[in-house]
Structures are given as C-alpha cells and as structure tokens.
C-alpha cells in the first residue's frame, strides 16, 4: 500500500499532526520554523507563527484554545488565537520534540538534545494550572507517545532504542512499568512518532525508512505503508470519519534536491475498516 503526496514540499520538518473538530480538522507543526500548520477544507495549507523558534507539538484544550510544547517549555493558545509562553524549563542545548494528552488532561512532551546526546531528555508533564513537573530522565530523542482508550496504558518510542515500549498510566505518577511492546530493529528505519487506531493497534511512522508500520496487539507488523520520502515523522487519523492516515515528513539535514518529495504531507486510508477513534482527549485548560 502506498500513501499518497496530497501538499508540495512546503516544511522543512514536518512533525506531530493532529486531527481535532476543536480546530478544525488537521493541524501539524513545521518544527524548527516555529510554525504551526494547518490543512483548509480545500486542501490548502496554512502557517500559523509562534513567538517560539521551534513548536514541537500542538494539541486541542477543553478551553477551545491549545497547549504546545516548545523549544524549552510550553505554551498556551487562547481561542483567539493568541499564544502565551510559560517560562523556561531549561536552559541546556535541549529541545521539546513529541507528546500527548494524558488520561488525566495534562500534556506530556518528551524531550531530545540538539546533539542527540545519550540520556540528556526527559519527559515533562504541564497541568492544568500551568505547573510542570519532570516525570522521566535519562532518555535521548523522545518521540512518539499515545495512550489506549481506557487510558490505562501509553505507548512510546525513545528512537535510539528501535523499539516501541508500553507503560501504565497513575494519574499520580504518571509514567510507570516501561516494558517493550515491539523491537523494530529489524525494520527498515527507526521508530518516530505514532498514533493508535480504534481498535488499539500501533501505527509507527519508520524514520529513514520511508514507510509506516501498522502492528498488532502482539506488536507484530501487520501492514506496511510505502511513502515517497525517506524521513517519515508521525501520522495520525483523520478526517470526518477517521479513516484518513495523514503522514508528515521531513527534509532535516538533506541536500537540496536528495529527496524530492522530503517535507511533503502524505495521506492514505489502510483500508479494512481501520479508522482512528473519533472521540479526543482535551487537555483541561
């Protein structure tokens, strides 16, 4: 199965997409830009700046408005569309990458560092009232993260490790009980961002690899999705019924003209009856 080129190659490093009713359909950042982007009805795409040099991640708030991880911290976007920035959480050569929205209504976003040094990340939590705290240490690039339906159970990639890892959720604790779900280092690529579909089955964007891995509830691959651009980032289901898979991509560190269609949004329907689950997970604030 092949996934199909629906915009140009208009992002440098395309990254974290979302599909919310709250914003209106697909949203997805261009990392290093420090921009937001969103896809029109008409299939149009448009910028949204932030005062951040890099917006690594966006995801809807029961406010109307969003909450995003970026360079060193977080930020909030009120539903005017104005955008707030929480103070610093660091200041080491250190970047937010990738997260989600936790059974609870606070954010999680994992970090990585610019040089991509062993266990310099860490994964954050914001709650609601704006108060952070560090919850994980010792990673390297944290990537993809997503929690089941009943929001007992998270799964994750820490790219260098080549696997997809599976945690519980304590509303307390947060994060607990890492084990690995699947050792992908048999695959072409690495690990990157992720989404579930309805039915609790992975998706895994395949960095390098130009392709996206559908596994089972054993962490077997089931499905594989070709894309026409090597560095595959994240995916996620979308449109009006689920059954979209949007992918982004990237042109990080490329030669100009190495990878045609490097930084382009891809789009597929697996097909099958697959779709993502309608009902959203809403930060609290």
């Known amino acids: 199965m092949h996934a199909d ?12 997409p979302y599909w919310s009713d709250t914003w209106g359909g697909l949203r997805w950042v261009d990392m290093l830009a ?29 406010s109307g408005g969003a909450v995003l991880a ?9 539903p005017d569309g104005s955008i707030e ?3 610093p959480l660091w200041d080491a050569d250190v970047r937010m ?12 976003c994992g970090s990585m560092g610019y040089d991509q040094a062993d266990g310099a990340a860490s994964m954050w939590r ?24 009943d929001g007992t159970r998270a799964f994750y990639v820490d790219t260098p490790t080549g696997r997809v890892d599976l945690f519980d959720w304590d509303d307390r604790e947060g994060l607990v009980q890492r084990r690995t779900f699947a050792d992908l280092n048999d ?14 089955n992975v998706w895994v ?57 490097a930084g382009s949004l891809f789009a597929v329907q697996p097909g099958g009856g697959v779709r993502g689950a309608v009902e959203e997970r809403l930060f609290a604030g």
């Open 5 to 16: 080129r629906i915009t140009d190659s208009i992002c440098y490093h395309a990254e974290g």
């Open 34 to 62: 420090g921009d937001m982007m969103q896809l029109g009805p008409d299939g149009t795409a448009s910028r949204i700046r932030t005062p951040s040099p890099v917006v690594a991640c966006v995801r809807p708030a029961s």
């Open 70 to 78: 970026v360079e060193k911290g977080f930020a909030f976007e009120d």
């Open 85 to 87: 920035q929480l103070p």
């Open 97 to 108: 990458n990738e997260g989600a929205v936790a059974p609870d209504g606070s954010f999680l």
């Open 126 to 149: 914001l709650m609601p009232d704006g108060t952070t705290t560090r919850i994980l240490g010792g990673l390297t690039v944290s990537n993809g993260l997503a929690f089941s339906a």
């Open 187 to 200: 695959q072409d690529g690495h690990p990157d961002g992720l989404c579930l579909d309805a039915e609790g």
């Open 205 to 261: 964007a395949m960095n390098s690899g130009s392709q996206v891995l559908g596994l089972d509830s054993d962490g077997g691959v089931v499905e594989k999705i070709a894309v026409g651009a090597r560095q595959v980032t994240a995916c996620t289901f979308g449109d009006a019924d689920r059954s979209t898979l949007f992918i982004t991509t990237s042109r990080e560190n490329l030669e100009d003209g190495e990878d045609p269609k």
